[in-house]
């Protein structure tokens, strides 16, 4: 009886803090996915800059990239209200 209260009451919820804890902690712990390498190829996009700044270039590329997504979402949204404000 109390096998079944210690591993189906106890040991479950903790596997689960443990098994969705992990990526966030590993983040935090080592930074980013990319290694040191990645930044410092010497043919890659990042080879003459520091590692701090490669990262934050890439961060820059891809949210100038949602912005222009959104942007264009945004103009749709605009134009489907003028045609309905219209008629």
Known sequence: MYMSIIFGGILWPLAWILAYSKPVLH?????????DEYFLDPEGHHAEKPINLSIVDDEISSLKEKLEGLEQRRKKVLDSQNKFSAS
Do not use: C, Q
């Open 27 to 35: 983040k935090m712990a080592y930074g980013t996915d990319k290694s």
